[in-house]
């Protein structure tokens, strides 16, 4: 693709052309270089949506949670992009069929943009592409795009690290859960969501969100406290008050200035990740796979060690 | 330190002497590049160690039926070392109280080596030390080498792919958890235990396991099919079973070949390691933390985008 055809892409996209859209997020998941100079572009031209992640256990309602979200959202007169992401699979087929219940309620909508997507090889990959992907929503003047994953682990806190602010959601009874929560989830958790609530246990589980909390030594006294918002997506109830504590988490980080160290963070782990990609495409390329295979051999048949193929391979590509 | 003193170290630590091995420790732990020579050297000379990886839920007992393990296996005239590894603490506290309880035990017997392990940066940062020090145990000819975790998530994971058998330890009654399990532990268990298995629910437990295992469509008729021992680590029982496991699985390695294409996977992911850690060096270097930190904020406020702030480090530090 050529410059003038990218920056066509581009005006396209800005001007809310759904095609132009949709081919440009072909290109994203491909990985296709094609796309850098429009998503290079874009990137200066966005800012503008607010990015929600969502995340929390296999089986807590995610779903139709977002779904219910961007219902809540429409009738806010907002503009709305759901990204389903599946980092446990290569297929989207939770996902579609997910997208096709909510089709019937908001397809046909044009301030509506769902898509799925599936894992094609790495999570850092998967939390690039996804990462891209929003970007191109922003600066198709989505005015909230959220990013929703399948499960709980780590590749889903990758993933939604994109986002401004992170919702973990939960449900009543999983005791031992909470506890796994404390891993890793906790500490990126926004605003914490008890869904299923009109299940026996649900003030108990909020009462231990609560408790967890308060024990998190890491939050000081002007850090946002993550609200723990009690829903039932099923039935719509709470979910008008899961937009409105999202709603104050973008204005906290926006009086705070946080808005911006958490901009910066994210530019810092993608230039890293950037980095990373053209020194491996680099290896690739000058030192080639077959000698790196030789290599790795070696050292793993104690012929070589780690530290001498680190340093012919830096050598090799240049940087000595 | 000087390449004399260097390979006098390395001479020291393969004769036998603790304490040059817990100085060359302590110099892989405080990050000492000093100690890359030494390291280098020792890689060449190891490989005859049986690296073992202990991972599972906090409060799986995993602390005691290392110590187990580790007296079983003095039985079997074994020389035993014992990394135990906290990801989640920048304190070796909970660590240190267990090591005092089995130096009871253990300590005074010169064929038993256990050191502590906490956080001290990132996770990969932790990883590649535990990596380090299970190689200077290799060449200070310890027969079994034993990492243990204090959890099982992501960082757990990590640093536990450094040995060639893991163990992944469950309790019975966390039915919730084996689905969790399902994320990322099964497919890295070469041998489950299911610990206090003089609890209710222990079959069922030892059953479900099964199912998910049957169910794993990644394994093929040839591979490992990871057996399930009952153990209850406090009272002895089933843990001779569990070394017998852990001989098995590193006889199957041997006979199929498979040790070999583990310590490939292993040296690759060495190599882009401390390739990755050169390339951040020369950014560090090169473009300084000034610039660095000018380009990412620019990027955060969209004066710039992500692909020309790594275009631009990438020609500063001679890599167009």
């Not at 909020?206 to 030594?217: F, N």
Request: glycine share 10%.
């Amino acid at each position: 693709m050529n410059a003038d055809l990218t920056m066509d892409l581009v005006a396209r996209v800005t001007n809310g052309d759904r095609r132009a859209l949709a081919r440009l997020i072909s290109l994203i998941e491909n990985g296709a270089p094609d796309a850098r100079p429009a998503l290079a572009a874009l990137h200066r031209l966005g800012g503008h949506a607010h990015v929600i992640g969502v995340t929390g256990s296999p089986g807590a309602g995610k779903s139709t949670l977002v779904t219910q979200l961007a219902r809540v959202l429409r009738q806010r007169c907002q503009r709305v992009a759901i990204i389903a992401v599946d980092p446990t699979s290569p297929f989207t087929g939770g996902a579609i069929l997910g997208d096709r219940i909510r089709m019937q309620d908001l397809a046909g909508d044009s301030n509506v943009y769902i898509r799925s997507m599936a894992s094609r090889g790495s999570v850092g990959g998967l939390a690039s592409t996804t990462r891209d992907v929003a970007r191109a929503l922003d600066a198709a003047h989505f005015d909230q795009i959220i990013i929703e994953t399948v499960g709980a682990g780590q590749a889903e806190v990758e993933i939604v690290r994109a986002a401004q602010s992170i919702v973990v959601v939960t449900v009543p009874g999983m005791g031992d859960d909470i506890q796994a929560l404390k891993a890793g989830i906790l500490e990126i958790a926004d605003v914490f969501c008890v869904n299923k609530a009109d299940r026996p246990g649900a003030d108990q589980a909020a009462a231990e969100l609560r408790i967890l909390l308060s024990l998190d030594a890491q939050r000081g006294p002007n850090d946002w406290r993550p609200p723990i918002v009690k829903t039932v997506a099923m039935q719509g109830s709470g979910v008008a008050e899961l937009v409105d504590a999202l709603a104050e988490h973008l204005a906290f980080l926006r009086q705070t200035g946080q808005i911006v160290a958490r901009g910066e963070r994210q530019a810092r782990s993608e230039i890293q990740a950037l980095l990373y990609q053209e020194l491996m495409r680099r290896v690739d390329t000058r030192v080639g796979p077959d000698r790196l295979a030789a290599l790795i051999a070696e050292v793993a048949a104690r012929g070589s060690d780690p530290y001498a193929a680190t340093d012919e391979i830096l050598r090799t590509i240049g940087l000595p």
